[in-house]
């Protein structure tokens, strides 16, 4: 017989082949903890590590999340949170009939901010729309407060709004640099941190975000030391 007839394994070679081909795109496309950070990446090169990346998806959601539901909750919050837009647009030339449009728009971006930042492929997205809103939001409380615009801040739907101050705007380009940290870091190579590490991550987020939402809160319980 010698090589006139190929043995049984080398019939069988081209099976082996077509079989590893198959597999491949499915071992490729498998569902992964990582798919769910793919938007939170790091390699040895990366500007942001996968913790910035998580961190900065939970604080920005966490506050957008919280600033929606605000100004949503109810009619009376909602029409306060419009009212008070009033002083800021005028500082910066938008006159009276843009109120409605202005607060229709900003509270819907809010709205689709904190769930686009929830889910892997709509991450840069939603961190792109963060930086819009708070470059707008800022550049308008910087015109205000040059202006000396008297003014209440209801960021946050709050029924008695503070009186705006330099705070606020501090506040906002904190955000600012977070969503901006969050945006580079999301073009990185995909990674997470371990487990542990996210927990502690996910914990310094919410921690954060819930420090700068109740701002004036802590603003007027400690101011009166100080005084």
């Known amino acids: 017989m010698g090589d006139c007839c190929p043995s049984p394994p080398d019939l069988l070679q081209p099976l082996y082949k077509s079989a590893a081909r198959v597999q491949a795109p499915t071992a490729r496309f498998r569902p992964t903890w990582d798919d769910h950070a793919a938007a939170c990446g790091v390699g040895s090169a990366s500007v942001g590590p996968p913790e910035i990346c998580l961190f900065t998806r939970v604080a920005i959601g966490v506050v957008f999340a919280a600033a929606a539901f605000g100004k949503l909750r109810d009619a009376q919050a909602w029409h306060a949170f419009a009212d008070s837009l009033l002083p800021v647009l005028g500082a910066v030339g938008i006159g009276r009939g843009a109120r409605r449009p202005v607060a229709v728009a900003l509270a819907a971006a809010e709205a689709a901010i904190a769930p686009a930042l929830l889910f892997p492929p709509s991450v840069t997205a939603g961190f792109l729309m963060a930086d819009v809103v708070l470059v707008a939001l800022g550049g308008g409380l910087a015109r205000a407060l040059y202006a000396g615009v008297r003014a209440e801040c209801r960021c946050f739907g709050t029924r008695a709004g503070s009186p705006l101050a330099a705070r606020h705007l501090v506040r906002t380009m904190a955000l600012l640099l ?25 914990g310094a987020g919410l921690v954060s975000a819930l420090l700068l939402v109740v701002l004036d809160d802590l603003f007027a319980l400690f101011a009166p030391m100080g005084s």
């Open 178 to 202: 977070v969503a901006v940290s969050g945006t580079v870091a999301s073009w990185a190579a995909p990674a997470l941190p371990d487990l542990v590490p996210a927990l502690a991550v996910v």
